[in-house]
């Protein structure tokens, strides 16, 4: 036989807790007993008036009649008065849960921030994700982010948002934050000074300095828009955001150090021939992609072998420092100068015909030419550079290709007399610039 199972319990079937089933009876207990009190009074009151009893208890039935009414009011007071308390507690209760929320709203936000900037590999990056989050972290606040040069250059905007107005760029010195190192707030009709880079500001306003490793790497500016005085929520956060994001601008500069430090050449601060693969593979696939041009400018500095033998390697080191500053003035910043190995440099040029090839490695043969170096106060004697020019597609889409047409174009500019260009091109080489009386250096 089977055994009977008691039936399940269902939710609704589960008791209350305790706490809730006693506060509707504490809430309405005094209530009830002051309308007993009442009832019990005009009983005693009816009985006092009917009965055969003496005077002098009447006189004690109405002090009856005073205290129950008295003590009545007194109940009455108190379910009022604790009423009231409730509707207090239950305010800041509400109070409480809101700033709780919007502190945990802060901190998802604060979160998200740094997750993204963590990752970001460069400073246009970390602009992006900081344009996006600080103006819903700083609410009722506008402001403007700016990032410094160096140690002691200027600072240069960033980012801002809001209805702000700020200045592109200013010195240290105009910022009464960086100068003493720590925040600096300005509030109009007190006695508070703004800094020189805000200009005639009226609403009151805050300067965060940010700081990594002593030094001086950002600054975080915000204005009140919702008030005079900024409020202490905004203060709070702007503080916390000083300090975290000075951790990411030192983190990224310090990236930034070894990026370039890996791709760049140390004497003459151009492109090494590691950045040029890497570069001109991207380039010549967009080229196809777009159908564009890609030109290549190969150069060699003439007879450097004998200069540097009889002038020494430091004036040697100043020829190509010269040189490399020739190329840095004549190039657009979408073109890609690289020290290409020992006197030969290299040009890549997107977007660029062979006609237009020509005419920027003429503007650079003619730079170079008149071009005088000193070493120790002395001119060292004149230099001049040979050119050669190959173009995609015309002499290649390959980049082993393209180097190798150029640099064959280059050692025929230095056979037939250097100082000249010559391209390269599938009939054959076509001198673009003769020498005319100029001295071979």
Known sequence: MAAVRPPARTPSAVPAPVGRRRLPLLAFAPCALATLSVISALVG??????????????????????????TSVLLVILCLAQRASRSTAEAALRGTLALQSDRLEEILAMSKLMGLLQVCHSLTEANHVIRGVLPRLLRGAAGAFYVSR?????????????????????????????????????????????????????????CAPLVADGHTVALLHIQSTVGETLSADAQRIAAILAEQLSLVVGNLRLQETLRSGSE?????????????????????????????????????????KDFNDTHGHDAGDAVLREVAQVLKRHTRAEDIACRYGGEEFLLVLPSCTPDDAYAKAEAIREAIAQRRVFMHGSALPRITASLGIASCPLDGERMEDLISCADAALYQAKASGRNRIIANSPPGDIVLFEQKGRVVG
């Open 264 to 304: 760049r050449d140390p004497l003459t601060d151009l492109y090494n021939r590691r950045h040029l693969e890497i570069s001109l593979q991207r380039e010549l696939a967009r080229a196809q992609r777009h159908g564009h041009a890609v030109s290549l400018v190969m150069l060699d500095v003439d007879h450097f």
């Open 45 to 70: 009151a009816d009985s006092l008036a009917n009965w055969p009893i003496a005077i002098d208890s009447t006189g004690y039935g109405r002090a009856a009649l005073a205290g129950s009414a008295l």
């Open 150 to 206: 160096g140690t002691e250059g200027p600072l240069d905007l960033q980012v801002s948002w809001g209805c702000v107005s700020p200045a592109q760029s200013f010195a240290q010195e105009d910022c009464w934050a960086l100068r003493r190192g720590r925040p600096h707030t300005f509030e109009p009709g007190r006695s508070s000074v703004p800094c020189q880079h805000l200009g005639d500001v009226e609403r009151p306003c805050l």
